[in-house]
């Protein structure tokens, strides 16, 4: 049996463990082959977000690279699986990217605003959140055009929190927290303890229902009709609190930037006038 072979009969697991000591670049290709299905899923899921800037392959490439990167920096020893620790870091890529070009247009805004003025309108006049039918008719648009800026709602979402949490790290990184030798630091694991503990104590301040869907959405990875048969409410409905609970977190994120800030010029000024 060649070395090809006895690979195929370790679990991934086991693969992990192995090139962990050994350091093989066979046991890691192996590895890499593996995983490269969640990396192709990941970006047709989030294909809305670059398909104006890259293709798809790229992406994949892009995808394979940070599958090889995070198998030299997952800790076997914590208990969190590979799976999920590559996904975020492929998911961080390509909002990283995103966030760089600068890819959400005004008429996805003009859309968007659209739509939440529809939804409320539609509220006040039914007294009750509207399905997906009853705002698409009232703004006659079809489904799938609905479905489309609500997608790209979301990720915007994501992508001005993720800005601000870049802003509260110094503008180092994207959505993935500090990597390499900066998180070894001691600098870099306070900020990012306390940058962890900021964001839990915004979640906290969250309504339930916000609480929910934000664990839903980002912990289950639940996507938003699936979100909305477990509340038993309407997809609009799910978008709203999803829209709400991070414009929240992004200003709870926001007043930490600006106090963290204004105790640095404080300190500047007094080291000043030592």
């Known amino acids: 049996m060649n070395a090809q072979e006895q690979y195929k009969e370790k679990t991934n697991e086991e693969l992990l463990k192995l090139y962990k000591e050994t350091g093989s670049l066979e046991v890691k290709q192996e590895i890499v082959m593996r995983y490269i299905y969640l990396v192709k899923s990941i970006a047709l899921q989030m294909r809305d977000i670059y398909m104006s800037f890259t293709q798809v392959d790229d992406i994949i490439s892009e995808g394979v690279i940070a599958i090889m990167s995070s198998i030299d920096k997952f800790d ?83 992508l001005s929190l993720d800005m601000v949490l870049a802003e509260a790290q110094g503008n180092e990184v994207g959505v993935s927290l500090p990597q390499g030798e900066k998180n070894e630091q001691p600098e870099s694991k306070f900020l990012k303890k306390e940058l962890t503990e900021v964001l839990a104590e915004g979640v906290g301040m969250l309504k339930d229902n916000e609480q929910l869907v934000i664990s839903l959405y980002y912990i289950e990875e639940l996507n938003m009709r699936q979100i909305a048969d477990v509340l038993e409410v309407s997809e609009p409905r799910v978008s709203q609190i999803h829209t709400n609970a991070i414009k929240k977190l992004r200003k709870h994120m926001e007043r930490f930037n600006e106090e963290r800030e204004s105790k640095k010029n404080v300190s500047r000024i007094l080291r000043s006038d030592v």
């Open 76 to 158: 076997i020893e914590k208990n969190v699986k590979f799976e999920t620790f590559i996904s975020k870091r492929i998911k961080g890529m390509i909002i990283d990217l995103a966030r760089k070009q600068d890819w959400v247009p005004r008429s996805t805004r003009k859309s968007t605003r659209d739509i939440e003025e529809a939804m409320t309108t539609l509220y006040n006049k039914l007294g009750y959140y509207p399905s997906v039918q009853e705002v698409t008719e009232y703004l006659n648009i079809t489904p799938e055009k609905y479905q489309e800026t609500m997608r790209k709602a979301a990720l915007f979402n994501i």
